[in-house]
């Protein structure tokens, strides 16, 4: 059964980090690119990271650029999304997503994670 399941949400104050992390199952991430989403209470999904399949190439939304990173450990099948200098506006629910092909299509997704930053 292929799933991705997220962890590591929590509340943390403004200015601090968390990492989240994407377990695979059912599939190996290592031809897969992968990326971060996250939707806000009332607000449209919002793409937040994404990294290639060969782990050359990462892209990131302009509201984290500079503050989280993505990082992929083949060797544990698990994707990570480091968020650091958190602020509130970064407060929604985490999804992963897994894209076969490379071309901004993801075919699986995680169930999501809560990150709320608030002092």
């Known amino acids: 059964q292929v799933q991705l399941v997220e962890s590591g949400g929590g509340l943390v104050q403004p200015g601090g980090s968390l990492r989240l992390s994407c377990a695979a199952s059912g599939f190996t991430l290592d031809y897969y690119a992968m990326g971060w989403f996250r939707q806000a209470p009332g607000k449209e999904r919002e793409f937040v990271a994404s990294l290639n399949w060969s782990g050359t190439s990462s892209y990131y939304g302009d509201s984290v650029k500079g503050r989280f990173t993505i990082t992929v450990n083949n060797a544990l099948n698990t994707a990570y999304l480091q968020m650091n200098q958190l602020k509130p506006e970064d407060t929604a629910v985490y999804y992963c997503?897994?894209?076969?092909?490379?071309?901004?299509?993801?075919?699986?997704w995680g169930q999501g994670t809560q990150v709320t930053v608030s002092s």
């Open positions: 997503a897994a894209d076969p092909n490379d071309d901004d299509d993801y075919d699986y």
